[in-house]
């Protein structure tokens, strides 16, 4: 068995006393104060997290888009330079590889930012289906990423870059940049439903790169805190984005998993998959993700039954309290032929039956 990787931040993490844990084979910090402290902070001030762990892969070659065009789902080809698109990658019966972010440099150019339990399975993926005229390369050792999220990120970043942060908008990019004079990518993305930035820079700066943030931040009262993988996978639940394991896997496809605006069956190049999707379209879903919010006391943990009378009629894929919104919430794949918005249903928590509410989401949208 392999020893669990460490991020160029990981002595930082130690330093700092946080909670660590080997997440997917990487030791990453779970939480520095508290989940729940985590999240309002997030969400009202701001956070910063390491996601170094995330996968890097370089695309080139001029036919670099018409290869994206066949392994995604998404359509590369209305994306302008600068700008990222979210795209499923799928296997030919619908099922789902992984989810990713494209970032377009120019036409024979692409930055792919995958998931980091996928990265070795997304690359070998990519390379199976590789067109000629198209080069791959793995640039994951070489980059560090920092998730800069919520409503103070602007100020306290802007604090330490000459880049215009009201010139990049949502998913924009600045591929060449400087932050507190580290060579950076600076996107206006994330994953949390709040306003912020993700910084990609050479591991080697990394620390300096998240301390020059907290400098930053007490400059510009920013109220920056470190935030851990806990409340990360909160502000996503919160906020109903997705995560590769729990809302998509091989088995579970895009529009099951509720990302058809993600799926572009019209584009000029069919893509790995659209038959099966197509026909899983035409055909009708069968199941589909859906909110739930409990009307007892009991967190929905992920694998838990649902049943409405004495049928069953799907399973939870995630479930939390949400410190936010303060409830006990969860998304579930429900049938959707025995299960609409506002209907009751059990969840099955070890040995009792919980009462709780189909709803709509996400639970969580940020006022804009």
């Keep these: 068995m392999s020893e669990p990787k460490k991020t160029p931040l990981y002595d930082l993490h130690v330093e700092l006393k946080a909670k660590v844990v080997d997440f997917n084979g990487w030791l990453l910090p779970v939480q520095y104060h508290g989940i729940i402290a985590e999240v309002h902070a997030t969400r009202e001030k ?5 996601v170094s762990h995330m996968g890097e892969i ?26 990222i698109i979210y795209s499923p990658v799928c296997y030919p ?58 409503p103070n990120s602007q100020k306290i970043l802007q604090e330490i870059t000459k880049t215009q942060l009201d010139n990049i908008m949502y998913y ?30 050479p591991v080697e700066d990394a620390t300096y790169l998240w301390r020059a943030l ?46 058809n605006r993600f799926v572009s069956f019209d584009k000029e190049v069919g893509f ?29 943990r992920e694998g838990y039954k649902i049943k409405k009378g004495e049928e069953e009629i799907g399973w939870v894929s995630s479930g939390s309290l949400s410190p936010t919104l303060d409830k006990y919430l969860g998304m579930a794949f429900l049938d959707v032929d025995k299960a609409k918005v506002g209907d009751e249903v059990l969840v099955a928590i070890r040995k009792r ?16």
Excluded at 68 to 83: C, E, G, I, P, Y
Excluded at 112 to 139: P, R, Y
Aim: charged residues 30%.
């Design 353 to 368: 039956e919980y009462r709780a509410r189909v709803v709509k989401l996400p639970f969580y949208r940020r006022d804009k």
């Design 58 to 83: 370089m695309v080139e070659g001029k036919n670099a888009e018409e290869f994206l065009q066949r392994v995604l789902t998404n359509d590369v080809s209305k994306l302008k330079d600068n700008k």
């Design 172 to 201: 924009g990019f600045v591929s060449k940049s400087e932050v507190a004079g580290i060579n950076c990518i600076i996107s206006r993305t994330g994953y949390t439903g709040e306003d912020g930035f993700e910084l990609y820079c």
């Design 272 to 300: 790995i998959g659209k038959e099966a999707l197509l026909k899983q379209k035409e055909e009708g879903i069968k199941r589909k993700v859906m909110g739930l919010e409990m009307l007892e006391r009991g967190i929905p």
């Design 46 to 50: 701001a956070g910063l997290f390491d």
């Design 93 to 150: 019966h619908g099922g789902t590889v992984d989810d990713i972010l494209v970032y377009r440099y120019n036409k024979e150019k692409y930055l792919l930012v995958v998931n980091a339990g996928n990265t070795s399975k997304d690359f070998e993926w990519f390379q199976d289906n590789l067109t000629e005229g198209v080069s791959l390369k793995n640039i994951s050792p070489e980059i560090a990423q920092l998730a800069l999220q919520g």
């Design 214 to 259: 907290f400098d930053a931040s007490e400059k510009t009262q920013g109220d920056l805190v470190p935030v851990g993988l806990g409340a990360r996978d909160v502000l996503r639940f919160e906020a109903a984005l997705p995560l590769y394991g729990h809302e998509l896997s091989k088995d579970i496809t895009p529009l099951e998993a509720g990302l």
